[in-house]
Every structure is written in structure tokens, then in C-alpha cells.
């Protein structure tokens, strides 16, 4: 049985903002809408980059019925700022990502379907998509499992996030990707389902070829310096 810990709740003069919490509340809309997760399970937060205060779903809400009063913002420390919600029980995996990771201004657990299969079967999801090696690395790992909810699921998620993938996959429970704001992460956990689902479906019917690193390197480069309008 995993019990919730009661967290401090400190006073700040940091600005508490309507907008991030707005971007919360919608972002688990998507989430469910996409059938990303069902029920009450994933959550999602947004971190503030000019106060670093970081905006969370409550624990075990749904998603439907969260509004912004019932957003919790916490800080670096796990120190309650504001809202009056327990705050989601992965909130250590949240803020253990943004505090190693100084890119990442939003974060996304979904309890998705494809990324799971991969998960259940312990295999990392390999950069075999032009749009995954883009937007979310050379590949996905699948990290180490242990309970829901735990410190150590936050250092495995933090660890197979390394310095530059953005995504993870949690075994026998889902996948946790991060973004440089909020848009940026959904698109992350989108194109990482879209890839789970076609590489297991590719490894169905054949071999999948994977992309050489060499390619990864030179499209991630291309993504990060010469795409779009500029
Ligand atoms: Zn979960």
C-alpha cells in the first residue's frame, strides 16, 4: 500500500500565475482526449522558467474535473506554495526531472498503451522514426522497475532520461517524456507512442532497420539549426 506524505507548506513572494496552471489543466485534457492514459493514472506539470516554481495535477483527480484552484505548485524542494490539493504521487519523479535537467520546463507520465507493451517486455524503444530521433532522442530506454510513486522511480526515470533524451520507459507502468515548454512535450509523448506502436508492429511482420547514429546526429542537428522558418 503506498501511503502519501504530508508536504510542507512554506510562504514565497514568488509569483503564483493563473496562465501556468490554465497550461496544466489542459495539457491532462489532451492527455486523456488522446487516450494517453485512463482513468486518474498520469499526471503532468509545468515549470515556471522565470520563478521555477513548478505547477502540478492534483493525486487522483479527473482530469475532467480538475480546474486550476485544484493545481498544486510546489517548489524545487517539494515545498508547498500554493493550492490546497495533495499534489499527484509522482511529484518527486516531476521535480527530480526538471532538477536534472535545466531544458525541461514541462513533464508528462502517461500510462500509454504501446510504450507500455515495450515496457512489459523490457525492451527500449530504438530511434527508428525520423520524427523520434528529432524530437526525442536516439532512443528510449527502459529503466529498471520498481514500485509507483517511490524515490527510486525517480532516479531510474532521471537516469534513463540522461542529459538530452526525452522520453523514458517506466516497466509494467508507462513512459515519462519531457519538453522545453508544454507543446513541446506533448508532441513528445505523441510521436513516442506513434513510434512504440510501429516498432512493435514493424518487429510483427519483419526486422526493423534502425537508423545509424551517424544519420541520428545529422538530423538532430538539422532539427535543432536549419528546420523551419527562420
Ligand atoms: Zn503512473
Not at 512493435?200 to 526486422?207: D, F, H, L, V
Request: aromatic share 6%; with cysteine; charged share 20%.
Amino acid at each position: 500500500m503506498l501511503t502519501v506524505k504530508k508536504l510542507p507548506k512554506i510562504e514565497t513572494t514568488l509569483e503564483i500565475k493563473e496562465s501556468f496552471k490554465q497550461l496544466v489543466v489542459d495539457a491532462g485534457l489532451t492527455m486523456i482526449h488522446q487516450g494517453l492514459t485512463v482513468g486518474t493514472w498520469g499526471n503532468c506539470s509545468a515549470r515556471d522558467p522565470e520563478t521555477g516554481l513548478i505547477y502540478i495535477t492534483p493525486s487522483g483527480m479527473d482530469y475532467e474535473v480538475i480546474q486550476t484552484e485544484d493545481i498544486v505548485v510546489l517548489t524545487d524542494r517539494l515545498e508547498i506554495v500554493d493550492g490546497f490539493r495533495v499534489p499527484s504521487v509522482e511529484r518527486e519523479m516531476h521535480v527530480a526531472a526538471y532538477n536534472s535537467r535545466p531544458d525541461v520546463n514541462a513533464v508528462i507520465h502517461t500510462h500509454s498503451l504501446y510504450s507500455t507493451v515495450l515496457g512489459v517486455n523490457r525492451m527500449e524503444l530504438p530511434g527508428i522514426s525520423e520524427d523520434f530521433v528529432q524530437i526525442v532522442g536516439d532512443k528510449a530506454v527502459c529503466s529498471e522497475y520498481v514500485l509507483p510513486g517511490t524515490p527510486e522511480l525517480a532516479a531510474n526515470a532521471v537516469k534513463g532520461l540522461g542529459v538530452e533524451r526525452n522520453a523514458v520507459l517506466l516497466p509494467n507502468h508507462g513512459a515519462l517524456c519531457v519538453g522545453t515548454d508544454m507543446k513541446h512535450a506533448l508532441t513528445v509523448v505523441t510521436v513516442t507512442e506513434k513510434a512504440a506502436h510501429i516498432y512493435i508492429m514493424a518487429k510483427s511482420i519483419g526486422t526493423p532497420q534502425l537508423i545509424s547514429m551517424e544519420h541520428i546526429r545529422e538530423m538532430q542537428d538539422f532539427a535543432r539549426n536549419r528546420y523551419g522558418q527562420r
